[in-house]
């Protein structure tokens, strides 16, 4: 199959700065455009790439799209955006936040992270590179170039690295990205203003978009299996308004390409779990496992999608392989940390493994794809199978690292 079969053209459209024409479809069987209004969220629009004309699709064209397509909701969406009525002067004012960016020997997707937040409208934050065992120095000078700090936290692990951040961040609230991650300019002031709302948010997370589709696994992620998006609508995440099921169901909740939390969060509920995640035999689910057990501890989590992370997903077919294969074990290494951590009734978590994840989430789907590839499925659900297997040798790992000493704090 040819990328111009698969190919999707990637856009915005923020309608208070005016509808413009779309350029450079050639190569692209359609286009996708996240439609904003000052900045919040309203749909994504869809126009099929035989419209274009020489690779451009006009402004009358795009605004039929998007009257076609959203003309039924726009009007109820942008009457719900609140309005700020407070002058400059009674408005809290913004609180200082430190952006933890981990990475391991990716120094050109760390670049373009970099730049992004830069490029950040927030008045006050600084930024840390958290480098886990890099094999080389280019992580330190993409850092230093850039002008941000940077320390190296040599035990492996993506919640080794994160923990680091943590430890080392100046200011009291700590948010992540990616280095394959984008963030909006606007990233950091709707974070801002999520924790500012009320005074008992300790978490938000964020919308997170594709930056391309540009290949067959990019698409299959983003349009077959659901991506890393949660939806567009803003929500309040409070344990007395969750089912256990919903409680459980923690990977609604956001993705570690995009979340904050209070520094307070990490005296309350403790770290990341060094067990979980990239780097271990888990291979996921420690930003899963933390929103979980924030939440579950009585923390108001926000997710917030004005706050915008562009991700750009792996391209390859053997990246989207691994990726379902690290879902399996992850998601169900998260399950048994729960049972470990007893954020929720054991008999209801082998309830929920069995009847939701099991049976709702992968059988369901083994014997009724929809479209995703039935291979695929089998591998979330090989393994979700080995995930205990998975589960006691990253709980062992981690306590070789954790009993081998942690490295002394500092910057380079």
């Known amino acids: 199959m040819t990328r111009a079969h698969v190919a999707v053209r990637i856009g915005e459209l923020e309608l208070s700065e005016g509808i413009r024409p779309l350029e450079g479809l050639d190569g692209y069987r359609s286009a996708a455009l996240l439609v904003r209004w000052q900045g919040q969220p309203i749909g994504w629009v869809r126009i099929p790439g ?8 006009s402004a009358e064209r795009v605004r039929e799209a998007v009257t076609d397509q959203l003309g039924r909701d726009l009007a ?17 004012p913004a609180p200082a936040i430190s952006v933890v960016v981990c990475t391991r020997d990716r120094p050109d997707q760390l670049r373009g992270c970099l730049a992004a937040l830069l490029a950040q409208d927030h008045p006050s934050y600084d930024v840390l590179v958290v480098d886990n065992a890099s094999t080389s120095s280019a992580t330190a000078r993409v850092a230093a170039a850039a002008g941000v ?45 999520a924790f500012t709302a009320t ?53 609604g909740f956001g993705v570690g390409a995009n979340m904050a939390f209070r520094r307070e969060v990490f005296r309350r509920v403790g770290p990341f779990d060094p067990a979980l995640d990239l ?13 979980h057990r924030v939440v579950a501890a009585g923390g108001t989590l926000v997710y917030e999608p004005r706050a915008l992370v562009w991700h ?51 059988l369901r789907r083994l014997l009724r794809p929809a479209g995703f590839p039935r291979h695929l499925v089998g591998r979330e659900l090989l393994g979700a199978l080995v995930s205990p297997f998975a589960y006691r040798a990253a709980q062992a790992r981690a306590r070789q690292i954790a009993k081998a000493g942690a490295p002394q704090r500092g910057g380079r």
């Open 312 to 362: 750009q997903h792996r391209p390859a077919a053997a990246d989207l392989d691994a990726l379902v294969w690290h879902n399996g074990t992850g998601f169900g290494a998260y399950l048994l940390t729960c049972v470990r951590n007893r954020t929720v009734n054991r008999l209801a978590i082998l309830h929920f493994f069995i009847r939701q994840w099991l049976g709702w989430w992968l």
């Open 76 to 92: 109820g969406r942008l009457l719900g955006i609140p309005v700020s009525v407070a002058s400059p002067r009674e408005q809290a």
């Open 50 to 57: 035989d419209v274009a004309e020489a690779g451009r699709i």
């Open 199 to 251: 005074t008992d948010v300790m978490a938000v997370t964020g919308l997170v978009a594709p930056a391309e589709l540009e290949t067959a696994a990019q698409a299959r992620f983003e349009l077959e299996y659901g991506g890393m998006g949660h939806g567009l609508q803003r929500r309040l995440i409070h344990r007395s308004a969750l089912s256990t099921v919903g409680l459980l169901w923690a990977s």
């Open 149 to 193: 700090r940077c320390v190296r936290e040599e035990r492996p692990g993506l919640d080794w690295a994160r923990n680091r951040g943590i430890a080392e961040a100046h200011h009291d609230i700590i948010a992540f990205t990616d280095d394959d991650a984008r963030p909006d300019r606007a990233w950091l002031r709707a974070i801002a203003a």
């Open 279 to 291: 780097g271990t035999p888990a291979a996921g689910c420690g930003d899963v496992e933390l929103l």
